[in-house]
């Protein structure tokens, strides 16, 4: 082997040599230091509630101590009915002509809460068609699910509302967040929060905050029920404004945008299912 060949091959050598171990070097420092990817993982976060939700809507929960907050909410899908609510809270914002006040709400109501998942799941709220005299007459459903997915077609019109939370007005929202119900809560306690437009005879189609809480149990049976059941109903605005809709909350006849009211059970909520016709 000539001198020059020598000289190739060692210089050879150390080449493959300095390549072997940068690489041993570039795959310890991976272990240590994962590459951040290009396109990052983005993970699902559930809207505040205190930017999401109207503000005094949620001061009246928590003066009742009924704001359950947390991020392990107990499992509370299901079928469950009550025969009344009782209205304990009427307030209305300034010079509201609305002629409700506090008493009782006869039903039956049902509540049908499905597809949970770990902070979000779907809603449907039913009641029987009341009576236009009844001064609640605004909570009247159809036999259709709620209907806040509706909403996502029309969320311009509330972002640019002044009455909307700071949350729609920022770049965090989107139309999905419309979508869902979500879920809050610690050990067998929870919260809800979500918007729909109810559907009422007149077709006003007004745009309320919900929140309702309870206390998830079980009956001697193993049945789940809802324990100390409240409901809290803010109306936003009216996606069908007309001139004879501001003549019908003139004479007080439909909640003014602000006006909230405050609905507890009497009774625990148990199992039942929606008999339609």
């Known amino acids: 082997m000539t001198n020059k060949t020598t000289i190739y091959a060692f210089i050879l050598i150390l080449i493959m ?4 171990s940068c690489k041993k070097v570039n795959n310890d ?8 990817p290009d396109t990052p993982v983005i993970t699902f976060q559930i809207p505040p509630i205190d930017e999401y939700m109207p503000e005094r809507l ?14 392990t909410p107990p499992t509370i899908a299901g079928n469950f ?49 009341g009576s236009p005299e009844d001064p609640f007459f605004f909570l009247e459903k159809s036999d259709t699910d709620s209907t806040y997915y509706r909403i996502k077609d029309n969320t311009a019109l509330f972002t640019d509302d002044p009455i909307a939370p700071p949350y729609f007005k920022s770049s965090k929202f989107t139309a999905e967040d419309f ?3 979500y879920v809050i809560g610690n050990d067998n306690y929870f919260t809800l929060y979500f918007y729909e437009i109810r559907d009422i ?16 149990a079980k009956d001697t049976e193993g049945n789940p029920i809802i324990e100390d059941f409240w409901c809290g109903c803010e109306t936003m605005k009216y996606y ?6 501001n003549l019908i909350i003139q004479f007080g006849m439909l909640p003014t945008p602000g006006d909230i009211f405050i609905m507890q059970s009497p009774n625990t909520l148990l199992q039942g299912i ?3 016709k």
């Open 17 to 20: 040599g300095m390549l072997s």
């Open 29 to 36: 420092n991976n272990n240590e230091e994962p590459i951040t």
């Open 58 to 71: 949620l001061q009246l929960f928590d003066s009742l101590n009924v704001l359950h907050r947390g991020d």
């Open 81 to 129: 009915t009550t025969e009344s609510l009782n209205c304990l809270i009427v307030d209305k914002v300034a010079g509201s002509p609305y002629i409700a006040s506090p008493g009782a709400i006869i039903g039956p109501y049902y509540f049908e809460m499905r597809e949970q998942g770990n902070d979000t799941l779907g809603i449907a709220f039913k009641k029987t068609i």
């Open 179 to 181: 979508r869902h119900a």
């Open 201 to 216: 005879s007149n077709n006003a189609l007004p745009l309320n905050a919900i929140l309702i809480s309870g206390k998830m």
């Open 240 to 245: 069908n404004d007309s001139e004879s809709l």
């Open 274 to 276: 929606y008999n339609y």
